[in-house]
């Protein structure tokens, strides 16, 4: 063994050895030069050196570091921002839970022991300042400092259920938070397509309809190969209830390439349960793997 390699070893275990698993504080250079660091807290999801946390907008995740090590990025999707990294390997990570249950009100804590700082959950988001969000994000607010981006959320029994993404000054000390699920759902993708893709079905809907009504279909595309048709009501699409535009939106977001989902849809008084296969958007670029 080297003495550098010797030096590294030292320097991973005493940044991983006050921990029960790893929460890393990054810095990220700026995209241009001249422009600040940025801070985010990576956590790793598995036993085999992946990380995720949040991209911040100007700042080049590809460069992060932690006490002189280097964090490669992985995968990125731009429009939720989350950000997979490769760095070291440690041997604990957090117990992945569900954000489905939370409601306005829920607790959620800074640690998995209910320790640190507190936080309540206000309510789910589908916009921002009038731009319809790619998902559906909680928003939290907070007892303390507002959080890192990439800050991980816990909720009453210790399951990771959000981490922070960027704050909300406009009312209030909060911060939008991304559910685990859209964590899990691009830890997937990666993991068997090796990128994070965003998905296509081929059918139009009108976000001033307040019925996620059916609008038009695309020649060939999955939609049409299915038998949908003009005027069909979309009732739920895979684990997703949808009954509004907004939550047909957060619905396509969790969709996966090339992976068949379940589909029930309306048609006059007549339920119909289909199974759908999305494809790649074939409009959709997302950063690529790093060459791990």
Request: positive net charge; aromatic residues 8%.
């Amino acid at each position: 063994m080297t003495f550098s390699k010797f030096c590294r070893g030292l320097m991973v275990a005493a940044l991983f050895s006050q921990a029960s698993f790893a929460r890393i504080t990054l810095t990220l250079p700026p995209e241009k030069e001249g422009g600040p660091d940025s801070q985010v807290i990576a956590l790793p999801v598995d036993t085999k050196g992946h990380y995720v946390t949040v991209g911040i907008v100007g700042a080049d995740a590809s460069k992060a570091s932690a006490n002189n090590l280097a964090f490669s990025l992985i995968a990125q999707d731009p429009q939720s921002r989350c950000t997979i990294l490769k760095g070291p390997i440690v041997q604990k990570i957090p117990a992945l839970g569900s954000s489905k249950k939370l409601e306005p009100g829920s607790a959620l804590y800074w640690k998995p022991n209910k320790s640190g700082a507190i936080c309540r959950v206000v309510s789910w988001e589908t916009s921002f300042h009038e731009r319809q969000l790619p998902l559906s994000f909680l928003r939290v607010h907070c007892s303390a400092a507002l959080p890192k981006p990439g800050q991980p959320l816990y909720n009453e029994v210790g399951d990771l259920v959000a981490i922070a993404h960027q704050p909300t000054p406009d009312f209030g000390n909060g911060v939008y938070a991304l559910p685990i699920e859209a964590i899990k759902r691009n830890l997937t993708d990666y993991r068997t397509n090796k990128s994070l893709r965003r998905c296509w079905l081929g059918l139009h809907l009108d976000h001033l309809n307040p019925i996620p009504a059916v609008e038009g279909i695309r020649p060939e595309s999955p939609s049409a190969k299915v038998g949908l048709k003009k005027g069909d009501i979309l009732i739920s699409l895979g684990e997703w209830s949808i009954t509004t535009y907004s939550s047909a939106i957060n619905a396509f977001y969790y969709l996966l390439p090339g992976q068949e989902t379940n589909l029930r849809v309306l048609r006059g008084t007549q339920l119909l349960d289909l199974k759908i296969t999305p494809l790649a958007h074939p409009g959709y670029s997302a950063v690529p793997k790093s060459g791990e």
